[in-house]
């Protein structure tokens, strides 16, 4: 079993048992911890630190603050005399402080009292106030008690709802995406040697920790495409001398030299015409190649430091994508 998929059981567990109230708090919130450390979710894991062990204090003996900020956010904050705070009980304080307090509500009581004299009513007036007030303040104090408790019970099953939406959504994007790679995946096969050794630079350079290969990563996809752009364009078009190309809405293009997006449309609108089902990957490939050269340009001036191993992802997925649609549009 993955790490992945006891995360996911663990999910399971903290939902069912809170909805079926069949464990308690303090146990939903340990495998929260789980959850959290088997998806590798270290604001997570932080938080529910402190939710288990306490939240840290300084030497006034307040709660240090990027700790308060946490609590705060996590929902246990209340004004009180126009002040912000929060409480600081953890689930397991909670749980016992609560039959505790039940315990004593029951031992709260004038039964079996018995009293005598001239002041008889008056001891029994004040002994059932007492008895009163004390079982009052009590019942109160339980109340708060259930409300806070309650208020981690519900941050816990929310983490554990959106941790089983976020895995579930991936297994589904992983499956599509397998699927689609089964797919296309041979037709890579029928690009160029030269071309293939680019698509291989693409993942080493993704697999790195080094910040500037992911910019070189994003090079590699636009040389990558320019250099299907040719291959494709010299198998379409042959014997193509013009360095203008008429598309069908009437617009004219240079696909002359280096003009690759445009030799890419020009051999999409062809193969496109061939294809008995319409399809927008013309578009979707002059969108990644405007966004990718949009990145670099930002990069150029300064505007975007770095590329960032996100960015180098999402360009590698697109581009994965892209070129199987054009490549799997040659057998349509």
């Known amino acids: 079993m993955t790490k992945t998929e006891k995360a996911l059981e663990a999910c399971e567990k903290v939902l069912n048992g809170i909805e079926d109230n069949a464990i308690t708090v303090t146990s939903a919130l340990l495998l929260c911890l789980k959850i959290a450390r088997l998806l590798n979710d270290t604001d997570a894991i932080i938080w529910l630190q402190y939710e288990y062990g306490g939240y840290p204090r300084n030497q006034d003996g307040h709660i240090q603050q990027d700790a308060w900020r946490i609590a705060w956010k996590k929902g246990r904050g209340y004004v009180e005399d126009g002040k912000e705070l929060v409480f600081s009980e953890i689930a397991s304080e909670l749980e016992e402080k609560i039959v505790a307090q039940r315990s004593a509500v029951n031992n709260f009581t004038t039964q079996g009292t018995s009293v005598s004299g001239e002041w008889a009513a008056i001891a029994m007036d004040k ?12 019942v109160r104090q339980i109340a708060l008690s259930e409300k806070r408790l309650s208020i981690l019970k519900s941050k816990y099953y929310d983490f554990a709802l959106e941790k089983q939406i976020e895995i579930s959504f991936g297994n ?9 790679r089964a797919r296309v995946e041979n037709e890579f096969s029928k690009i160029s040697k030269e071309n293939l050794l680019k698509l291989q630079a693409i993942e080493d350079k993704i697999n790195s920790d080094n910040p500037e290969l992911y910019s070189q990563a994003l090079t590699t996809c636009r040389r990558l495409f320019e ?13 193509y001398k013009d360095k203008k190309y008429t598309t069908k809405s009437g617009k004219e293009i240079d696909v002359s030299g280096e003009h690759y997006k445009n030799k890419l449309s020009a051999v999409i609108e062809r193969l496109e015409d061939k294809s008995p089902s319409k399809s927008m990957v013309g578009s979707n490939v002059i969108y990644l190649l405007d966004w990718m050269d949009n990145l670099t340009d930002l990069q150029c001036k300064g505007v975007h430091h770095e590329v960032t191993r996100q960015d180098a992802t999402r360009c590698i997925i697109q581009t994965y994508i892209c070129l199987g649609d054009i490549l799997s549009l040659q057998d349509e």
Not at 127 to 138: C, F, I, Q, R
Not at 172 to 180: G, M, Q
């Open 127 to 138: 002994l059932t106030m007492t008895v009163s007030n004390s079982t009052g303040a009590l």
């Open 172 to 180: 589904v994007a992983t499956t599509v995406f397998s699927e689609y």
């Open 227 to 239: 250099g299907t752009a040719k291959e494709l364009f010299d198998k379409y078009f042959p014997d």
